[in-house]
């Protein structure tokens, strides 16, 4: 049972249809609501990637407003860090793998005692 139908049970309601056309409009976009997928890390950074190149695309526009270049380099950067913090880990994931390889391709120590 959903929060939503729990809460029209507490409320003695057992159907829709006892619900007015208002009440029901109200109880469809709240359930749309709580159905909506969740947010995830990626789809920030896509959006954050999205909204970069946009900002890059509008700032080509040489008449542009001064307050509105101001405006849109901020959001650039800021997007441009926050898919950098967002992308961070997996950076420094792929980079102690490689140093790993790395140091797997040198020559085994060797095991002879100094004399």
Known sequence: M???DDFLSRL???SLSDLTAEERETYERWQEALSAPKLTVADVEAFAREELAR????LRDYAMPEQ???FTQATARLCAHLVAMLTAPERQKLQVQAQIE???K??????KQPA
């Open 2 to 4: 959903s929060v939503l």
């Open 12 to 14: 003695g309601i057992k």
């Open 55 to 58: 900002c890059d695309e509008a």
């Open 68 to 70: 509105r270049r101001v």
């Open 102 to 104: 790395q140091l797997s």
């Open 106 to 111: 040198r020559s085994p120590p060797s095991n």
